[in-house]
């Protein structure tokens, strides 16, 4: 009987306790995937058209990793778009430029800012640059 008694006030303790520390790392968890998502959005867009080329810019916060995915068609975005690294690569940086050569950009019309793995659009989805 000493040993049910026991067990009934020590295991809901235990229980409320591990319960209590996997809600506060799940709340770690989202707070560092929304500070991530903040400080790699991009602003201050600009599309510049020179000669032969298009350079897409953008700048971030944070340092982060970003390119673009272009797409023909608005559906392309279901399959495998078009990449185009900046011209830092992989690298992360705070200004972003990519640069199109004038054939890409006459063959794909749809752009999306992948920054950071979140892709960027109007609400999400890709965008007519033109």
């Known amino acids: 009987m000493i040993i049910f008694g026991t067990l009934s006030i020590v295991l809901p303790i235990l229980i409320l306790t ?9 709340e770690a968890l989202y707070e560092g995937a929304n500070i991530s998502s903040k400080v790699c959005s991009p602003y201050l867009m600009t599309v510049s058209r020179e000669q032969e080329l298009m350079k897409i810019s953008w700048k971030t916060t944070d340092s982060c990793s970003g390119f673009l995915l272009l797409g023909k ?46 892709w960027y659009g109007i609400k999400g989805n890709p965008f007519s640059y033109r």
Not at 73 to 85: E, H, I, Q, R, W
Not at 88 to 110: A, C
């Open 73 to 118: 068609t608005y559906s392309d975005f279901a399959g495998l778009p078009y990449k185009v690294l900046s011209a830092q690569g992989e690298s992360p940086t705070t200004n972003h430029v990519v640069t199109l050569l004038k054939q890409d950009e006459l063959q794909y019309t749809y752009v999306v800012i992948v920054s950071a793995g979140e």
């Open 18 to 26: 591990l319960w209590y520390k996997y809600i506060k790392e799940q």
